[in-house]
């Protein structure tokens, strides 16, 4: 295509299809909705680029194009243990649950991970589900390479380090793959081994993230965390760290979990929580070094991590308490931040979250 050329619309390249199935009839064994898919996939990436500057759309080689849309189904294409999809057939499948009466399968994405086809099915109900109000028992949570969290209820967890723990193994496998002839038989083969290493630490991270997530939610009744950017953090000297605690995709799970149990979620300031003090509100600055906070002021003395959590619980609390959530119910026992007397800042429990390691 020419430089000067426009770029050709959505809806030019859709009504092109049928005559590239004939000049490629290969096409044609494809479902026609996947490549109307595949078409609209590339045009929602190039209208990101051009106004949002997200940045140029990716060339797909060969292996990259992992995933498969089916948007819609005249009938459910599920039954018992079956799936049925077009120019496909009947697939066998592991239904981890039944879909739930009264909802409709609208899309089915076929996802290919490592070695391992999955089947994301999307269902909708006409149910309107409200969003949780502020109510009970509130704490803060706060996130680090130290420790993987510290609640304001003094609960710790230690770390568990998914990619440093298989590092070796995965470094073996690499290396063994840097010397395989590319697009050969065998490389093809290490390859799959790798991607399975890399597998099984996202899954394994994500099952821990949903585990904490709901400990933190059958311990309190509304959760607040720091509004951190960890794309930036994760491009510093302890990068690898920041990537492996996966902490992005632990707020999400969190917010994901509160709305499902109905808690209250909310994401506060992250300035400064670590250099004030959440009894009298004083400026304490500290180094990384230091891992106990104590203020001069008052006199108060706890881990550094918990203290950061009492700071995030205390500004949750101010958060909710302004006129935006006037009316809205509130039992919660703590003052706003930097309150003198607050009985869930000097109280701690004494408990942990599931399987969690002090």
């Not at 996130?143 to 609960?155: C, Y």
């Not at 490389?187 to 890399?198: G, L, S, T, W």
């Not at 300035?271 to 509100?281: A, F, I, K, V």
């Amino acid at each position: 295509m020419p430089a000067d050329r426009p770029f050709p619309g959505e809806l030019k390249q859709l009504n092109a299809l049928p005559k590239t199935k004939k000049v490629f009839p290969r096409l044609g064994e494809v479902p026609s909705q996947v490549l109307q898919q595949a078409v609209k996939q590339l045009h929602r990436g190039w209208e990101s680029f051009q106004p949002r500057g997200t940045g140029f759309p990716r060339f797909k080689k060969y292996g990259q194009f992992k995933s498969l849309l089916f948007p819609q189904f005249k009938k459910s294409p599920i039954s018992g243990n079956t799936l049925l999809l077009p120019k496909i057939g009947d697939i066998k499948i592991n239904l981890h649950r039944p879909i739930p009466d009264g909802f409709a399968i609208k899309q089915v994405r076929i996802i290919k991970k490592a070695d391992i086809w999955y089947a994301s099915i999307s269902i909708q109900s006409d149910v309107n589900v409200p969003d949780p109000m502020p109510h009970g028992h509130a704490i803060g949570v706060d996130i680090g390479l130290e420790k993987f969290l510290a609640t304001s209820d003094g609960v710790l967890v230690k770390p568990h380090k998914f990619l440093r723990k298989m590092q070796s193994k995965l470094k073996s496998l690499q290396r063994r793959l840097s010397r395989k002839k590319k697009r050969s038989k065998n490389y093809e083969k290490q390859r799959i081994k790798v991607a399975r290493i890399h597998h099984i630490i996202d899954n394994t991270r994500k099952d821990f993230h949903f585990k904490q997530a709901h400990a933190l939610c059958e311990s309190a009744d509304m959760i607040f965390m720091e509004d951190l950017d960890f794309r930036i953090m994760a491009k510093g000297m302890l990068g690898k760290h920041m990537l492996d605690g996966g902490f992005g995709q632990f707020r999400s799970i969190v917010k994901y979990v509160c709305w499902k149990l109905g808690k209250f979620f909310a994401e506060v300031s992250s300035l400064r929580t670590s250099q004030e003090c959440p009894e009298c509100g004083a400026t304490v600055k500290k180094n990384l070094k230091v891992r106990v906070h104590h203020c001069p002021e008052c006199g108060f003395t706890i881990d550094r991590d918990v203290a950061s959590g009492l700071v995030i619980r205390n500004r949750g609390i101010a958060l909710i308490s302004t006129d935006g959530w006037s009316g809205k119910e509130t039992v919660c026992a703590g003052d706003r931040a930097g309150a003198q007397k607050s009985s869930q800042v000097r109280k701690s429990r004494q408990g942990a979250t599931r399987k969690s390691k002090k």
